[in-house]
Protein backbone atom coordinates (compact mmCIF):
# COMPACT_ATOMS: atom_id res chain seq x y z
CA UNK A 1 0.00 0.00 0.00
CA UNK A 2 2.72 2.35 0.70
CA UNK A 3 4.38 1.41 -2.53
CA UNK A 4 1.67 2.11 -4.30
CA UNK A 5 1.06 5.84 -2.54
CA UNK A 6 4.75 6.78 -3.56
CA UNK A 7 4.06 5.49 -6.86
CA UNK A 8 1.12 7.21 -7.26
CA UNK A 9 2.40 10.71 -5.67
CA UNK A 10 5.70 10.43 -8.44
CA UNK A 11 3.01 10.29 -11.10
CA UNK A 12 0.93 12.99 -9.83
CA UNK A 13 4.57 15.17 -9.52
CA UNK A 14 5.87 14.32 -12.78
CA UNK A 15 2.43 15.42 -14.41
CA UNK A 16 2.39 18.73 -12.28
CA UNK A 17 6.11 19.22 -13.96
CA UNK A 18 5.36 18.34 -17.25
CA UNK A 19 2.34 20.68 -16.75
CA UNK A 20 4.35 23.34 -15.69
CA UNK A 21 6.98 23.34 -18.41
CA UNK A 22 4.97 24.19 -21.10
CA UNK A 23 6.88 27.26 -22.32
CA UNK A 24 5.85 30.56 -22.34
CA UNK A 25 4.66 31.83 -25.95
CA UNK A 26 3.33 35.49 -25.72
CA UNK A 27 0.65 35.88 -28.19
CA UNK A 28 1.89 38.09 -31.48
CA UNK A 29 1.35 41.51 -31.42
CA UNK A 30 0.20 42.45 -34.98
CA UNK A 31 0.59 46.31 -36.82
CA UNK A 32 -2.96 47.79 -36.83
CA UNK A 33 -4.34 47.07 -40.35
CA UNK A 34 -4.33 51.20 -40.80
CA UNK A 35 -0.28 50.91 -41.06
CA UNK A 36 0.33 50.47 -44.66
CA UNK A 37 3.33 53.41 -44.86
CA UNK A 38 6.38 53.42 -42.85
CA UNK A 39 8.78 56.03 -42.66
CA UNK A 40 12.32 55.46 -40.68
CA UNK A 41 13.93 58.32 -39.05
CA UNK A 42 17.77 58.87 -39.29
CA UNK A 43 19.34 57.13 -36.76
CA UNK A 44 20.79 59.17 -33.71
CA UNK A 45 24.49 58.57 -33.19
CA UNK A 46 25.25 58.83 -29.46
CA UNK A 47 28.81 57.47 -29.51
CA UNK A 48 31.97 59.06 -30.39
CA UNK A 49 32.00 56.70 -33.93
CA UNK A 50 31.50 58.76 -37.16
CA UNK A 51 29.31 57.97 -39.67
CA UNK A 52 27.70 54.57 -38.21
CA UNK A 53 24.02 56.40 -38.33
CA UNK A 54 23.93 56.68 -42.14
CA UNK A 55 24.86 52.91 -43.01
CA UNK A 56 22.18 52.02 -39.77
CA UNK A 57 19.30 54.24 -41.58
CA UNK A 58 20.28 52.80 -45.18
CA UNK A 59 20.41 49.49 -44.51
CA UNK A 60 16.96 49.28 -42.34
CA UNK A 61 15.16 51.11 -45.43
CA UNK A 62 16.55 48.91 -47.93
CA UNK A 63 15.77 45.68 -45.79
CA UNK A 64 11.74 47.20 -44.78
CA UNK A 65 11.41 47.43 -49.31
CA UNK A 66 13.09 44.18 -49.60
CA UNK A 67 11.02 42.96 -46.99
CA UNK A 68 7.91 44.30 -49.17
CA UNK A 69 4.62 44.16 -46.64
CA UNK A 70 4.34 47.80 -45.71
CA UNK A 71 5.89 50.59 -48.48
CA UNK A 72 8.62 52.66 -47.15
CA UNK A 73 8.49 56.73 -47.56
CA UNK A 74 10.37 59.38 -47.06
CA UNK A 75 7.83 61.76 -45.41
CA UNK A 76 6.98 61.15 -42.26
CA UNK A 77 3.37 62.92 -42.73
CA UNK A 78 2.34 60.98 -45.26
CA UNK A 79 3.90 57.64 -43.10
CA UNK A 80 1.47 55.46 -40.75
CA UNK A 81 4.00 54.94 -38.64
CA UNK A 82 7.97 55.85 -38.39
CA UNK A 83 10.93 54.17 -36.72
CA UNK A 84 13.14 56.03 -34.35
CA UNK A 85 16.42 54.87 -33.39
CA UNK A 86 19.69 55.62 -31.71
CA UNK A 87 23.44 54.31 -31.41
CA UNK A 88 23.84 54.62 -27.94
CA UNK A 89 27.22 52.23 -27.65
CA UNK A 90 30.07 51.26 -29.41
CA UNK A 91 32.19 48.87 -27.61
CA UNK A 92 35.31 47.54 -29.57
CA UNK A 93 37.57 45.78 -27.24
CA UNK A 94 40.30 43.32 -27.79
CA UNK A 95 40.18 39.83 -26.25
CA UNK A 96 43.40 37.72 -27.30
CA UNK A 97 46.96 39.27 -28.34
CA UNK A 98 49.57 37.14 -29.47
CA UNK A 99 53.88 36.96 -28.19
CA UNK A 100 54.61 40.91 -29.30
CA UNK A 101 51.39 41.91 -27.31
CA UNK A 102 49.32 42.99 -30.71
CA UNK A 103 45.40 42.17 -30.90
CA UNK A 104 44.30 38.69 -32.52
CA UNK A 105 41.06 38.86 -31.69
CA UNK A 106 38.53 41.77 -30.99
CA UNK A 107 34.85 41.98 -29.77
CA UNK A 108 32.30 44.70 -31.30
CA UNK A 109 29.38 45.38 -29.15
CA UNK A 110 26.92 47.55 -30.16
CA UNK A 111 23.59 48.52 -28.70
CA UNK A 112 20.72 50.64 -29.96
CA UNK A 113 17.06 52.07 -28.97
CA UNK A 114 14.68 51.20 -31.35
CA UNK A 115 10.99 52.05 -31.34
CA UNK A 116 7.93 52.48 -33.05
CA UNK A 117 5.53 55.12 -33.41
CA UNK A 118 2.07 54.72 -34.51
CA UNK A 119 1.67 58.35 -36.08
CA UNK A 120 -2.32 58.24 -36.41
CA UNK A 121 -2.86 57.96 -32.94
CA UNK A 122 0.52 59.40 -31.68
CA UNK A 123 1.47 56.69 -29.43
CA UNK A 124 4.32 54.41 -29.32
CA UNK A 125 3.74 50.39 -30.43
CA UNK A 126 6.67 48.99 -29.45
CA UNK A 127 9.98 50.00 -27.94
CA UNK A 128 13.21 48.02 -28.23
CA UNK A 129 15.60 49.27 -25.24
CA UNK A 130 19.17 47.77 -25.34
CA UNK A 131 18.99 45.86 -29.27
CA UNK A 132 22.43 44.68 -28.96
CA UNK A 133 24.61 43.27 -32.05
CA UNK A 134 27.64 41.22 -30.71
CA UNK A 135 30.55 40.13 -33.04
CA UNK A 136 33.69 38.63 -32.34
CA UNK A 137 36.33 38.54 -34.98
CA UNK A 138 39.97 38.22 -35.79
CA UNK A 139 42.17 40.87 -37.22
CA UNK A 140 42.46 41.57 -40.59
CA UNK A 141 46.28 40.41 -40.44
CA UNK A 142 45.20 37.19 -39.26
CA UNK A 143 43.76 34.17 -41.66
CA UNK A 144 40.74 34.36 -41.97
CA UNK A 145 40.29 38.09 -40.25
CA UNK A 146 37.82 40.47 -40.89
CA UNK A 147 38.04 44.56 -40.51
CA UNK A 148 36.38 46.42 -38.15
CA UNK A 149 34.61 47.79 -41.39
CA UNK A 150 33.15 44.51 -42.21
CA UNK A 151 31.81 43.50 -38.84
CA UNK A 152 30.18 46.59 -38.32
CA UNK A 153 28.15 46.16 -42.20
CA UNK A 154 27.49 42.42 -41.01
CA UNK A 155 26.10 44.31 -37.23
CA UNK A 156 23.96 46.76 -39.10
CA UNK A 157 22.62 43.55 -41.76
CA UNK A 158 21.42 41.73 -38.37
CA UNK A 159 20.39 44.68 -36.74
CA UNK A 160 18.18 45.97 -40.38
CA UNK A 161 16.45 41.71 -39.98
CA UNK A 162 16.06 42.45 -36.19
CA UNK A 163 13.92 45.85 -36.48
CA UNK A 164 11.96 44.10 -39.36
CA UNK A 165 10.92 41.15 -37.26
CA UNK A 166 10.56 43.20 -34.43
CA UNK A 167 7.67 45.24 -36.48
CA UNK A 168 6.28 42.26 -37.66
CA UNK A 169 6.89 39.12 -34.66
CA UNK A 170 6.02 41.67 -31.91
CA UNK A 171 7.89 41.24 -28.18
CA UNK A 172 10.18 38.31 -27.52
CA UNK A 173 11.18 38.14 -30.90
CA UNK A 174 14.62 39.62 -30.88
CA UNK A 175 17.41 39.99 -28.28
CA UNK A 176 18.37 42.96 -26.36
CA UNK A 177 20.87 43.39 -23.57
CA UNK A 178 19.72 43.38 -19.73
CA UNK A 179 20.00 46.57 -18.55
CA UNK A 180 22.32 45.60 -15.81
CA UNK A 181 24.95 44.51 -18.37
CA UNK A 182 24.98 47.29 -19.87
CA UNK A 183 27.85 49.95 -18.76
CA UNK A 184 27.25 52.61 -17.87
Known amino acids: MKKLFFSLANFTAFVFIIGCAAPYTPAPQILPSYVRKIAIRPFV ?110 LWDNFAVDIVKRTYEGFGSVRSASEKKVPK
Open 45 to 154: NNTTQYGLEEKLTLQVINEFVRDGRLAVTNNESEADGIIVGEINKYILQPLTYDANLVTNQYKLWILLNVHFIDTKNNVTLWNEPNLEGIQIFYDSTQPGGQTEEEVRQT
